[in-house]
Each structure stands twice: as C-alpha cells, then as structure tokens.
Nanobody, 125 residues
Framework: QVQLVESGGGLVQAGGSLRLSCAASRRTFSMYAMGWFRQAPGKEREFVAA????????LSADSVKGRFTISRDNTKNTVFLEIDSLKPEDTAVYYC??????????????????WGQGTQVTVSS
C-alpha cells in the first residue's frame, strides 16, 4: 500500500503560480510512474501530467503544455507540479497518483493504482 498526500493548493489570482507537492509513504516510490489529474466541479477527472520512474520522461495534456511542469525527487519520495500563468479554468481539485504499471498509458486514470485525497486550486479572475 502507498499513501499519497498532496499539498500546495490554494486561492490565487489569474496569472499567478503555484507549486503542488505529492509525498508518497513508501521508499519504493522510485519504482513507479507518477501522475497528476484534476477534476473541476461537474466535470470528469482529467489527465494533467505524468512522469516516469526515473524522471527522464514526462507527459503533459495539451491544455497545460508550456504552463505546467512535472518533476520528482526520489530521494524525498515526492513529485511536484509547477503551475504558471494560472487561469480561472484551472480551478479544480488536483490529485496525484501512482502507477505500478511499467510502460502503461499514463494519460489514463485506469493506469494508476493509488490516489491521494486531492488539493484544491482556485483561480480568481
């Protein structure tokens, strides 16, 4: 079992920045791929970004490319999501997730085995 705890969300004005963190409980964290998803009110959960176990490969949704950056620090069992130039449409609960599946389609929520509780990001216009 892997426990994930997200932090770093909050209320920010449009154009601002945030850094979300996701801390994992297990030291075998470095063997997994990690992803970020978000869910806005009344909408389905959507893929945001993912990073390979080594940190050498990343994926991003087209809607966030150039503004969102995913990274990880395996020594701290933590994955980060840097969000720049925030827009009101970025308002959502952001979730991190862990995949035990090597080479999976990390854009799909079904590729992930463990999920955090989420952190709220609210962007005011």
């Amino acid at each position: 079992q892997v426990q994930l705890v997200e932090s770093g969300g909050g209320l920010v004005q449009a154009g601002g920045s945030l850094r979300l963190s996701c801390a994992a409980s297990r030291r075998t964290f470095s063997m997994y791929a990690m992803g970020w998803f978000r869910q806005a009110p009344g909408k389905e959960r959507e893929f945001v970004a993912a990073i390979s176990w080594s940190g050498g490969s990343t994926l991003s949704a087209d809607s966030v490319k150039g503004r969102f950056t995913i990274s990880r620090d395996n020594t701290k069992n933590t994955v980060f999501l840097e969000i720049d130039s925030l827009k009101p449409e970025d308002t959502a609960v952001y979730y991190c997730a862990v995949s035990k599946l090597p080479g999976g389609n990390y854009r799909l929520s079904t590729a992930y085995d463990y999920w955090g509780q989420g952190t709220q990001v609210t962007v005011s216009s």
